[in-house]
């Protein structure tokens, strides 16, 4: 009897795996001329992506790493001010492309990437928990460790999603010290029942876990973060090579991938909750940019918060996704750095 529940269970059990195997490779296959950017990125020499003057700022018990990079004057120019770019959920500076920060070092602005706390090469929390977790208050607080630092009063943020909300917060909290925020592909308040969310990105990357995540490799790594990409694009192609060197290079260069500070950002949104209430009492200029076709968090987000900040400028970007497709940042990156200009 035991031996045949033991039989049993065991069918079961291969059953199951066969199901998740076909589940997990129910997600859309790369292109042909896709599959070629990425192996030719695979097999290319990998090149320094975070070049600049790098160094660790103190925030608290946590070192925060940064670097910053000089725009190329010619003579009689001086710098114009600081860019700080504050990255998304789950990414590093290294993850930063060149359609972002070269056209702000070409405009005179010298421009400043950090790292999330657990992400790159800026310390973990030690002994995080749901009862010990920190909020985008204190990611906010990292940032402006990291200007202290340096010695810069203020600064233009540049903050995209999660990264959007934590230059939220540095407005609200030291007015003073930010010149303009450009808030991309974000929201005032992510848990907002008024806007309907949607599973499929849940859905779509426990495929893609399953399928690329389980068996540890340099390629299976960047196939997963090629597909989490692909599945936030609008209607432009997303950068392969970049994403796929980004990869590379945060695993053979850094200190590779904390798996678990996505959870825990994830939790700091949740706990910061929403910021709706107070965006009509900030007195930074705000530069609001959004995909129409944003799956991860619907255009309804940025309408709704960006109505409420009295000194606003929007752009809603007609096939845009959640992604950075060179084709789209270009376009709004010409307009933000227009916006950073007239609040010099």
């Not at 859309?28 to 030719?40: A, F, G, I």
């Amino acid at each position: 009897m035991v031996k045949l529940v033991t039989i049993g269970f065991l069918g079961f059990l291969v059953l199951a795996l066969l199901c998740i195997a076909i589940w997990s490779r129910s997600s859309p296959r790369l292109s042909v001329e896709s599959e070629k950017l990425l192996q030719d990125a695979l097999k290319a020499p990998l090149p320094n992506m975070l070049a600049g003057e790098s160094a660790y700022a103190q925030s608290g018990a946590l070192r925060i790493w940064y670097t910053l990079k000089q725009p190329l004057l010619v003579s009689g120019q001086t710098v114009r001010g600081t860019v700080l770019l504050v990255n998304g959920l789950g990414s590093s500076a290294a993850f930063w492309p060149s359609e972002i920060y070269s056209p702000l070092l070409k405009a005179g602005y010298q421009v400043l990437m950090t790292d999330h706390r657990g992400l790159g090469e800026s310390d973990p929390l030690k002994d995080w928990s749901t009862d010990n977790s920190y909020d985008l208050g204190d990611m906010a607080g990292d940032n402006f460790a990291v200007l202290d630092s340096l010695g810069i009063d203020k600064a233009h943020i540049l903050g995209l999603s999660l990264g959007g909300m934590v230059g939220q917060e540095m407005a609200l909290s030291h007015p003073e010290r930010v010149i303009s925020l450009s808030s991309v592909m974000s929201t005032g308040y992510f848990d907002d029942p008024e806007i309907p969310k949607s599973s499929d990105f849940q859905i779509n990357t426990m495929k893609l876990f399953f399928r690329y995540g389980l068996l540890s490799s340099e390629e299976n790594m960047v196939r997963l973060m090629v597909g989490l990409y692909s599945f936030l694009k609008g209607d432009q192609d997303i950068d392969i090579q970049h994403i796929t060197f980004a990869t590379r290079y945060e695993l053979s260069e850094r200190n590779g991938f904390n798996h678990k500070v996505p959870d825990q950002q994830s939790l700091a949104m949740q706990r910061s909750g929403s910021r709706l209430a107070m965006l009509p009492k900030l007195r930074v200029p705000v530069f609001v940019v959004h995909g129409e076709l944003d799956p991860l968090l619907n255009i309804a987000h940025a309408k709704k918060y960006a109505a409420l900040i009295p000194k606003h400028e929007s752009l809603w970007v007609q096939g845009m996704g959640h992604d950075l497709a060179p084709a789209h940042v270009r376009r709004w990156m010409t307009k933000a750095i227009e916006f950073m200009d007239m609040q010099q």
